[in-house]
């Protein structure tokens, strides 16, 4: 499953980027942002957002 960040969601906590195995997630603005070619699509991020910024999509 791929994943996307819901700006609107995100408090820019960091907590996606602290547990990212592979190191795909950066902060840009403010906001986590995915980068969808190095993601392996683990769901560690989503797993582990406390604001559910972070969502499967198809």
Do not use: F
């Amino acid at each position: 499953m791929m994943y996307r960040v819901d700006i609107e969601q995100c408090s820019g906590c960091e907590t996606c980027v602290e547990v990212c195995p592979v190191e795909a997630i950066s902060m840009v603005d403010g906001h986590a942002y995915i980068d969808i070619d190095e993601c392996i699509e683990c769901g560690a991020c989503a797993a582990e957002c406390p604001e559910g910024a972070i969502v499967e999509v198809d």
